[in-house]
């Protein structure tokens, strides 16, 4: 079985602190993903990456980078925590081609107080 | 930019009775639609996909899915629903979401009162 696992599954931070929140993945699948997911907004994606070292953009990258060191491993940094930034962030990972299917982690519900 | 629509944000049905959820997506080009679900503590997990051949998909749990793409839509469909289909319900597209991301519809809860 696929097993994508994240580091805290509740999280409660400070305005102005550096979160991160890490995801590891057993699979040896090239793509990973971080989404968060709001009440009524359903899931939007913020970085991806297709291999170590390699980033893309999603549909809302600001406030967040990441980091991909080792294929296994992709990493969601807040720079500076903001109240807008409490949410449930979902890991996720597959295969190369975008066709396959995404194997999600459990979710890290982030508080920012 | 891309997007994908679902008509009902919650839905309650009664057991066996017959089950429609609505999404469409705008993107005019490739085709790559998927129906995730996220049951009550569990992850979000694939209930199927749809890419190109035979419009009308069927996936895991007895739910399946048509194509029409003359009304840009795949819809879920389940005849008879049970208790254990108490979920959220996402439609997503992966045409233009962010390269390889998905684009997600803001999701279906589906309540089943016994």
């Known amino acids: 079985d696929v097993k994508v696992t994240q580091s805290s599954r509740y999280l409660v931070k400070r305005t102005g602190e550096k979160v991160f929140l890490e995801c590891v993945q057993d699979m040896d699948h090239e793509n990973m993903f971080w989404y968060r997911q709001d009440p009524g907004l359903g899931l939007r994606l913020i970085y991806f990456s297709y291999d170590v070292k390699m980033k893309e953009k999603g549909d809302i990258p600001e406030g967040y980078s990441v980091s991909r060191e080792k294929k296994e491993r992709f990493s969601l940094i807040l720079e500076s925590a903001s109240t807008n930034q409490t949410s449930m962030y979902l890991c996720?990972?597959?295969?190369?081609?975008?066709?396959?299917?995404?194997?999600f982690g459990p979710g890290t519900r982030l508080l920012v107080l | 930019a891309q997007s994908v629509s679902q008509h009902n944000h919650h839905v309650i049905l009664s057991e066996a009775a017959s089950l429609e959820l609505g999404c469409n997506y705008s993107y005019g080009g490739t085709v790559n639609l998927f129906w995730y679900v996220q049951y009550p503590g569990q992850h979000l997990q694939l209930l199927l996909k749809?890419?190109?051949?035979?419009?009308l998909v069927k996936g895991i749990k007895g739910f399946e899915a048509e194509f029409i793409k003359s009304k840009f839509s795949f819809n879920l469909r389940k005849p008879s629903v049970q208790w254990s289909d108490t979920a959220e319900y996402f439609c997503?597209?992966?045409?233009?979401?962010?390269?390889?991301?998905?684009?997600f519809g803001k999701g279906t809860h589906l309540i089943i009162q016994p």
């Open positions: 996720a990972s597959s295969f190369l081609s975008g066709r396959e299917t995404q194997y």
């Open positions: 997503a597209d992966l045409s233009g979401g962010g390269a390889d991301g998905l684009t």
């Open positions: 749809y890419f190109s051949g035979d419009p």
